[in-house]
T-cell receptor, first 114, second 115 residues
Framework: DAGVTQSPTHLIKTRGQHVTLRCSPI?????VSWYQQVLGQGPQFIFQ???????GRGNFPDRFSARQFPNYSSELNVNALLLGDSALYLC?????????????FGQGTRLTVV | RKEVEQDPGPFNVPEGATVAFNCTYS??????FFWYRQDCRKEPKLLMS???SGNEDGRFTAQLNRASQYISLLIRDSKLSDSATYLC????????????????FGKGTKLSVIP
């Protein structure tokens, strides 16, 4: 079975541009979460979606938005990119939205803003 | 105060050594706890969940003390393949509403096992 897949794997953007990152969860998983990991830090929670509804939002500016589609795949959008948005963006999927189910991470999208 | 704090590391230990990682969390409403492992430039992978009764998986033992808001991970008989960054993780989302799942990670502790 395919794991969590993210695209693209690497991306270089210019300040002020917009970016869309994509995630396909494991088949049967209904919850998708997004995390930002800056070099040398642990991942930081951005959003969680469950059954296409937003269930959690981390401390990120409104430039960050996300959505989940009927097939449970998800997009993370970031507008007006800043240099500080350079990071590894991780998507995690789990079967349910509850905290006792395992979250599986994709390989991430490495975003560089120049 | 950071929500999840870990030993800063790095830890450099010889093969066969026993190494312990400690972690504290600030939100007493946290409901589930985990240790994740992250290899260099890879995604985090679940190592083990942590329960109040303590749990063991082979060479790995995890402990949770809710009163002290403290989590630990013990690795016995370290192998070269154990070299990685170990992330302490708590879920704060359980009481934010049904279907909520919000993992908060520590900064991670890097372990290098030396031949």
């Amino acid at each position: 079975d395919a794991g969590v897949t993210q695209s693209p794997t690497h991306l270089i953007k210019t300040r002020g541009q917009h970016v869309t990152l994509r995630c396909s969860p494991i088949s049967g998983h209904k919850s998708v979460s997004w995390y930002q990991q800056v070099l040398g830090q642990g991942p930081q929670f951005i959003f969680q979606y469950y059954e296409k509804e937003e269930r959690g939002r981390g401390n990120f500016p409104d430039r960050f938005s996300a959505r989940q589609f009927p097939n449970y795949s998800s997009e993370l959008n970031v507008n007006a990119l800043l240099l500080g948005d350079s990071a590894l963006y991780l998507c995690a999927s789990s079967w349910g939205g509850q905290g006792d189910t395992e979250a599986f991470f994709g390989q991430g999208t490495r975003l560089t803003v120049v | 105060r950071k929500e999840v704090e870990q030993d800063p590391g790095p830890f450099n230990v010889p093969e066969g050594a026993t190494v312990a990682f400690n972690c504290t969390y600030s939100n007493s409403a946290s409901q589930s706890f985990f240790w994740y492992r992250q290899d260099c430039r890879k995604e985090p992978k679940l190592l083990m969940s942590v329960y109040s009764s303590g749990n063991e998986d082979g060479r790995f033992t995890a402990q949770l003390n809710r009163a002290s808001q403290y989590i630990s991970l013990l690795i016995r008989d370290s192998k070269l393949s154990d070299s990685a960054t170990y992330l302490c993780v708590v879920n704060y989302g359980y009481y934010s509403g049904a279907g909520s799942y919000q993992l908060t990670f520590g900064k991670g502790t890097k372990l290098s096992v030396i031949p």
